[in-house]
Nanobody, 125 residues
Framework: QLQLVESGGGLVQPGGSLRLSCAAS????????IGWFRQAPGKEREGVSC????????YYADSVKGRFTISRDNAKSTVYLQMNSQKPEGPDVYYC??????????????????WGQGTQVTVSS
């Protein structure tokens, strides 16, 4: 069974850091681009970051540039999202998704084939 499982969410104070993980089971992530999305209650899911399979190009939403870093470890079939200098938000649910080998020009949920169940992130004092 093909699965993506996110972990690492929680409560963090503004200015703090969290690292999210997206682990694949039942398949290897080597040939997939991996995107991270977040969704606030009552709002649409928005793209946060993406890392391609081929050359590991990375893309970030303007709102997180300079603060978030996406990386992948294909040997572990895991992609990470390091989130630093967190701004107040949440509770948001962060999702990872696997799709074709290169990241789309515009973050679009229908680009991706597989989705995880999400992990919740709250940034609050």
């Amino acid at each position: 069974q093909l699965q993506l499982v996110e972990s690492g969410g929680g409560l963090v104070q503004p200015g703090g850091s969290l690292r999210l993980s997206c682990a694949a089971s039942g398949f290897t992530l080597d040939y997939y681009a991996i995107g991270w999305f977040r969704q606030a209650p009552g709002k649409e899911r928005e793209g946060v970051s993406c890392i391609s399979s081929s050359d590991e190009s990375t893309y970030y939403a303007d709102s997180v540039k300079g603060r978030f870093t996406i990386s992948r470890d294909n040997a572990k079939s895991t992609v990470y999202l390091q989130m630093n200098s967190q701004k107040p938000e949440g509770p948001d649910v962060y999702y990872c998704a696997a799709g074709p080998p290169y990241c789309p020009l515009v973050a679009a949920t229908d680009w991706y084939d597989y989705w995880g169940q999400g992990t919740q992130v709250t940034v609050s004092s």
